[in-house]
Antibody
Framework: QITLKESGPTLVKPTQTLTLTCTFSGFSLTTSGVGVGWIRQPPGKAVEWLAV???????RYMSSVKSRVTITKDNSKKQVVLTMTHMDPVDTATYYC???????????WGQGTVVIVSS | QSALTQPASVSGSPGQSITISCSGT?????????VSWYQHHPGQAPKLIIY???KRPSGVSNRFSGSKSANTAALTISGLQAEDEADYFC??????????FGGGTKVTVL
């Protein structure tokens, strides 16, 4: 059974750095084609892809957040970490950890974690 | 504004068929057969129901089908059931090595 679970702070102050951890099970991030990524959904708005890291260390970032975001993985811990600097109230959203299969699809999603950016 | 355009809402009676469109451009939907669709019940994790335009993952009902014409993809739900009431959103790989999503469509079963 494949599961992904997000963890991190619910409340972050503007200008602070957000660190979210995804702990997954049921698959390996060393398997060819597999990636783990982060996707967010602001309240009342569309889903938005942020970043993905693949089994071969390839990383990709959404252009509008590329200067603020870093994604890393720890295969032994089965964790992927997203770091986002200079948080702003517009970054308030539900953040989802997701499993990618190549470029084709996101085949599993976590339940999501709410992040509120407010002073 | 979303990269892919979907109707905000679609409704139908039990047993009917409904179709949700997902309009993109020649840089995403039109260039790749990499459109996926997700069903999202509030409070739950989104679920993959169609990938590569028209393929169904194991365990997904064959009442869900996907298609594509030019820059527009579509999801059809046939034999609409109460449990199909949810939000549905599309996703496509894009030529700038990213993934773009639709704004989501709320399906209501009357």
């Amino acid at each position: 059974q494949i599961t992904l679970k997000e963890s991190g702070p619910t409340l972050v102050k503007p200008t602070q750095t957000l660190t979210l951890t995804c702990t997954f099970s049921g698959f390996s991030l060393t398997t060819s084609g597999v990636g783990v990524g982060w996707i967010r959904q602001p309240p009342g708005k569309a889903v938005e892809w942020l970043a993905v890291i693949y089994w071969d260390e390839q990383v990709r970032y959404m252009s509008s957040v590329k200067s603020r975001v870093t994604i890393t993985k720890d295969n032994s811990k089965k964790q992927v970490v997203l770091t986002m600097t200079h948080m702003d109230p517009v970054d308030t959203a539900t953040y989802y950890c997701t499993k990618f299969l190549g470029m084709s699809r996101i085949d599993y999603w976590g339940q999501g974690t709410v992040v509120i950016v407010s002073s | 504004q979303s990269a892919l355009t979907q109707p905000a809402s679609v409704s139908g009676s039990p047993g009917q068929s409904i179709t949700i469109s997902c309009s993109g451009t020649s840089s995403d939907v039109g260039s790749y057969n990499l459109v996926s669709w997700y069903q999202h019940h509030p409070g739950q994790a989104p679920k993959l129901i169609i990938y590569d335009g028209s393929k169904r993952p194991s365990g997904v009902s064959n009442r869900f089908s996907g298609s594509k014409s030019a820059n527009t993809a579509a999801l059809t739900i046939s034999g609409l059931q109460a449990e199909d009431e949810a939000d549905y959103f599309c996703c496509s790989y894009s030529s700038i090595s990213t993934w773009v999503f639709g704004g989501g469509t709320k399906v209501t079963v009357l």
